[in-house]
């Protein structure tokens, strides 16, 4: 497959299920895995769902504006670079944000995440 085209796919699932159900994101994620958001890391798949499951919001919605993909070294994985809007609910303006994924295949001919980086962008 195309890895921009991988990419996008991956970025639109990926927020989607974080925005109708974050605790569908754990088969994103493997023990060895580590979220850093806000400078915070966590690490593990069961920890890092923990960790998106009680952010101080409980519905939002992601507006992706940019998606740039790289190859990464010889096992074949991906990063991938995102950043966008968040408009949580209740809230007038949305927030910026920017998000960096390193995607590694699976046995399965999958992927999944092994760093996941997170920042809200303020201006």
């Given at each position: 497959?195309?890895?921009?085209?991988?990419?996008?796919a991956?970025?639109?699932?990926?927020?989607?299920?974080?925005?109708?159900?974050?605790a569908?994101l754990?088969?994103?994620?493997?023990?060895?895995?580590?979220?850093?958001?806000?400078?915070?890391?966590?690490?593990?798949?069961?920890?890092?769902?923990?960790?998106?499951?009680?952010?101080?919001?409980?519905?939002?919605?992601?507006?992706?504006?940019?998606?740039?993909?790289?190859?990464?070294g010889?096992?074949?994985?991906?990063?991938?670079?995102?950043?966008?809007?968040?408009?949580?609910?209740?809230?007038?303006?949305?927030?910026?944000?920017?998000?960096?994924?390193?995607?590694?295949?699976?046995?399965q001919?999958?992927?999944?995440?092994?760093n996941?980086?997170?920042?809200?962008?303020?201006?």
């Amino acid at each position: 497959m195309d890895p921009d085209a991988l990419a996008k796919a991956f970025v639109e699932h990926y927020y989607r299920t974080f925005d109708t159900n974050r605790a569908g994101l754990g088969s994103l994620y493997q023990e060895g895995s580590m979220l850093t958001f806000e400078g915070a890391k966590t690490q593990g798949a069961q920890a890092i769902v923990a960790k998106l499951i009680s952010l101080p919001f409980q519905q939002c919605q992601h507006q992706i504006s940019t998606v740039d993909c790289q190859p990464s070294g010889p096992a074949g994985g991906m990063l991938v670079f995102v950043s966008g809007s968040l408009q949580l609910a209740g809230e007038q303006h949305s927030l910026k944000f920017s998000q960096m994924f390193h995607l590694m295949p699976t046995p399965q001919g999958s992927f999944y995440v092994l760093n996941d980086i997170f920042r809200l962008n303020y201006a």
